[in-house]
C-alpha cells in the first residue's frame, strides 16, 4: 500500500510537471517578447533536470556500523551508516532516516533523521549517537532515502532493508550475597567458591543428559559411550542454595528499579555459586528452572532486558496460582513496588511449608530508610530496597 502510494504521488508530481512545461511555453508563445521567453528559458534546466530525475534509478547499497552490540541500561551507542550510489548523478539534497521498531521514543527516533547534500558524491556516511538508550531487545530494520528536485515537483523515496539488534540489559549493581538469616541450613557457609566444588566431594546420584555450562571433568564418559550423546554426573543438590526469584510484572512507575534490584540480586547468588531461578508474569509467563552457571545468568539477564511490566494480573494473584513455589527445600524471594495484605498473605501461606521467604519492597529515591521488619505473625521478612543501595540492602539482611 505504502509503495503504490508513493508511485501515485511520483506519477501525480511527472504529470503537473509535464503540465506547467506547456502552460510556460503556451505563455511564451502567445504572449512573446524577451520577457516570456526569459522566464522559458531560465525555468528550463531546472524542468530538465526534475524530469531526469524522474527517470533515475535510485539504487544504492548501505550498511550500518554499531560501536558494539550489548549495553547496558542508560549507555549511548555511536552509529554510522554508509551509502553508496551507483552512479554520480547529482543530488540537490538527500534525507536518512533510521527505520527501527516502537522501542525508541520520539526523541530518539529524531537523532535518526539527517539531512545531507551528496551532490556528485557516491559515497556518503553519516554518524550519529543515541544517548541514554532505553531496556531493550532493539531492532533496526531499514534505512529510507529520500530525495527530489529543487522545488518540490519531483519526490523520490527508498527504503533499503538492513537488519541489525542490539540488547540493553538492565542497570545492576555488583554487591555480595549469602544465604538470607532464617534460610533453611543456614548454617552451612557459602563462599566464593562455586557449588561445582561442593560436587567434586559429593555423591553421584545419578546422570543426565549434558546441557551448556556443565564442567568437562563431571561428564560421565562410561553413559555417553552407551548412549551415543553427551551425560553428565548428577549429584545431589544443596536445598539451601536453591532461591527462586518471583518478580512483579504489574504496571509501575518503580518498575525499572525492580529489574535492576532483581538483576544485581541475580548476579550477586550466581557469583557465589547459588542456584537461582525466576518467574515472571508480564505480557506472557516465563518461568526458568533454578541452575546456576554462567548460562543461567545469561539467560536470565536477557529475559529482564526485554520483560515489560504488561501483567494483566495483580502479583498477588500470580502467587496464588503458581502452586509450584509450595515446594518445599527453596528461598522465595519476591521483589515488588507495591506491597498488599494479599501479597502478604500469600507470602505467609509459603512460609508455613516450611520455606524462607523475604520479600524486598523498592522503594525508589526517596521514602523510608532501609528497615527490616520480621513479623511474628507470619515469620516473613519485609525489605525496603532504596535505589542505589542494592548493596546495602543485602548486607544488613544478612545481619553484616
Known sequence: MNKAFLKMKESGGFIFLIGLTILAFSYAMFQGGFVSWFLFYSSLPFIIYAFSLFFYPLSCTAERMLSKQEFIFNESVRIQLTVVRKSRFPLFYMILEEQAEESFTLKEKQQQ????????????????????LPRGEHHFTGIRMKTGDLFGFIEKEKLIPLENKIVVYPLYEELSYRPFAGQVDQGTAITNRRVYRDQDMAMSVGIRNYLPGDRLSLINWKATAKRNDLMTKEFEQHRS??????????????FETVVSFTASAIRGMIRTGTQVGLLTVSDERRSFTIRGGDVQ????FYHLAKIKD???VSFARVLEKETFLAQQGRTLMLVTSQLTEEVVERAHYYSRRSQSVIIFLINGKQG??????????????????????FGKTFSEVNGR
Open 241 to 254: 542454595h536453591d532461591l527462586m526469584i518471583v518478580m512483579d510484572c504489574t504496571p509501575a512507575s518503580q
Open 368 to 389: 523510608a530508610g532501609p528497615d527490616i521488619r520480621i513479623t511474628a505473625a507470619t515469620g516473613i521478612q519485609i525489605r525496603v530496597v532504596q535505589e542505589g543501595q
Open 310 to 312: 504488561k501483567s494483566a
Open 297 to 300: 545468568e545469561q539467560r536470565l
Open 113 to 132: 533523521k539527517i539531512l545531507l547534500l551528496p551532490g556528485f558524491k557516491k559515497t556518503l556516511q553519516f554518524e550519529y549517537e543515541i544517548d541514554q
